[in-house]
């Protein structure tokens, strides 16, 4: 019989859990450079997960009330989820004695149209799965879109939504009390694309709540710089587009993207001629230019 691969057993077993992987990982190394975001905003990140794992278990839970959740908020593609892998990842590194674990929920498995199952989902995988984890070791739980977990009761109506989706909320904010008492040393990270959707009671449950932001020049100019220094890896030529003029007007014509629309938009400047696809090397920084153009144009629709 061939083995069973273990991220699929978790998925199996653990109705909720995407996967589970133990800490530091090669694959996660790389992403906290990948997001060029403020050094001020990752310092701060990184503190506040280190003394969630340091210091919480020391001091009266009744006077600093640390629940163990931090929240990334932004619009989609400013990197929150590969800030929150790799955040994981240096947190690990910082503490190897530590062993740290790693569970990543998908939420979107936890909804039921069955009345009362997702209240059920909820609590067995808060106070079942996420506790038993916990329970044999320092744990860092990723709680990708949270909004779509934690609703904000007061915008939902008894007569729209079932109270199913209400019951899971509730559900979710006390099973999170519990497992702040019982587990110091687990941390949660969500992300939201949609902050305003989460129900108030998380958001003060959070011990950090942090808003990444659109990409600035300085930080839109080195995601440009790095996207290029990729296709350079293989094209070496590739990397005189950082001298070209037309670099400078491809950094300002990309504000207003995020990092992820700017990264497609380089990758997407090989593309308005079959030669250079077929020869990279031959691209042009008017290439560039364009192609931020068009990304700009198409994402102000």
């Not at 794992?53 to 006077?63: E, G, L």
């Not at 939504?161 to 006390?174: F, K, Y």
Request: glycine share 4%; with cysteine; proline share 5%.
């Amino acid at each position: 019989m061939a083995p069973i691969d273990p991220v699929r057993r978790v998925r199996i077993s653990a109705q909720g859990i995407h996967v589970e992987h133990k800490l530091p990982r090669k694959e996660f190394a790389s992403l906290w450079d990948a997001i060029h975001v403020d050094a001020g905003i990752k310092d701060r990140l990184l503190s506040q997960a280190l003394l969630n794992f340091t210091v919480r278990s020391k001091i009266d839970r009744a006077r600093v009330p640390m629940h163990g959740i931090i929240l990334l908020a932004g619009k989609p593609g400013t990197g929150k989820t590969s800030l929150a892998k790799g955040l994981a990842d240096r947190v690990a590194q910082m503490l190897p004695k530590a062993r740290l674990a790693y569970l990543e929920v998908e939420p979107h498995s936890l909804q039921s149209s069955s009345l009362g199952k997702s209240q059920k989902a909820v609590t067995d995988l808060f106070a079942i799965t996420i506790a038993e984890r916990a329970a044999q070791g320092p744990t860092f739980v990723l709680l990708d879109e949270v909004e779509t977990l934690i609703v904000d009761r007061s915008k939902l109506s008894m007569d729209a939504n079932p109270i199913d989706v209400h019951r899971a909320t509730d559900a979710a904010l006390v099973q999170l009390d519990h497992l702040a008492e019982a587990h110091p040393h687990l941390l949660f990270v969500a992300t939201s694309n949609f902050s305003a959707a989460i129900d108030s009671a998380f958001h003060s449950r959070c011990d950090l709540i942090v808003d990444i932001p659109l990409p600035e020049t300085a930080a839109i100019r080195s995601i440009m710089e790095d996207t290029i220094h990729a296709f350079a890896h293989s094209y070496p030529k590739v990397k005189a587009l950082l001298d070209k003029p037309a670099f400078a007007s491809a950094v300002s014509a990309a504000h207003g993207l995020d990092g992820r629309q700017i990264r497609k938009a380089v990758a997407s400047a090989f593309t308005f001629e079959k030669k250079v696809a077929l020869d990279p090397e031959l691209v042009s920084g008017e290439h560039l230019l364009q192609a931020m153009q068009l990304a700009k144009k198409g994402h102000s629709r």
